[in-house]
T-cell receptor, first 113, second 115 residues
Framework: GQQVMQIPQYQHVQEGEDFTTYCNSSTTLSNIQWYKQRPGGHPVFLIQLVKSGEVKKQKRLTFQFGEAKKNSSLHITATQTTDVGTYFCAGPPANNAGNMLTFGGGTRLMVKP | DSGVTQTPKHLITATGQRVTLRCSPRSGDLSVYWYQQSLDQGLQFLIQYYNGEERAKGNILERFSAQQFPDLHSELNLSSLELGDSALYFC??????????????FGPGTRLTVL
């Protein structure tokens, strides 16, 4: 079945440093979604990318969807303590966009002030 | 606050028992999804209902079942509980028919502990 992998699993950064998490799917995706889960909280939707090679920005966050629609990345510039949490990517397979979302294992970001 | 409510917040029970988790979706959302999140695993999709009908199924155990009622709230039933069923169970809802076609709004979760 479809597998979605994320690296790294954990990342410690000093406040102000940049951070990137990578997401790779075993199958072509219809789209990619990113969610953030704060410690003790629930996942919160950040963004959805649909087109091959798409890049979207939200303030200090930059999201990319690969040309082959099998990988994606999230880059945070100048991290802040409010960025702490686990970032998940998720996507449905291209051949069945209405089907279930497969989530990656997440990247847990810790920021030292 | 996502608008999705889940009860109870915490549940402690013994092996072999049966429990019911409840979820009310955001107003207007017809799709409800159930996920399991264990400590060492990410979010595992269990099942989706759309307007009362089962829409998609993930790796849901046969001991688990769910339903969505006419008022669109959903219940997840877990029976013959095992220690390994201890996890955080999230419900999510969306306006769209398909899981991959739009934003999902997650509830606060129910933490199940099986002793």
């Amino acid at each position: 079945g479809q597998q979605v992998m994320q690296i790294p699993q954990y990342q410690h950064v000093q406040e102000g440093e940049d951070f990137t998490t990578y997401c790779n799917s075993s199958t072509t995706l219809s789209n990619i979604q990113w969610y953030k889960q704060r410690p003790g909280g629930h996942p919160v939707f950040l963004i959805q990318l649909v087109k091959s090679g798409e890049v979207k920005k939200q303030k200090r966050l930059t999201f990319q969807f690969g040309e082959a629609k099998k990988n994606s990345s999230l880059h945070i510039t100048a991290t802040q303590t409010t960025d702490v949490g686990t970032y998940f990517c998720a996507g449905p397979p291209a051949n069945n966009a209405g089907n279930m979302l497969t989530f990656g294992g997440g990247t847990r970001l810790m920021v030292k002030p | 606050d996502s608008g999705v409510t889940q009860t109870p917040k915490h549940l402690i029970t013994a092996t072999g028992q049966r429990v019911t988790l409840r979820c009310s979706p955001r107003s207007g959302d017809l799709s409800v999804y159930w996920y399991q999140q264990s400590l060492d695993q990410g979010l595992q999709f269990l099942i989706q209902y759309y307007n009362g009908e089962e829409r998609a199924k993930g790796n849901i155990l046969e001991r688990f079942s769910a339903q969505q009622f006419p008022d669109l709230h959903s219940e997840l039933n877990l029976s013959s509980l095992e220690l390994g069923d201890s996890a955080l169970y999230f419900c999510a809802s969306s306006l769209s028919t398909g899981a991959g076609t739009g934003e999902q709004f997650f509830g606060p979760g129910t933490r199940l502990t099986v002793l």
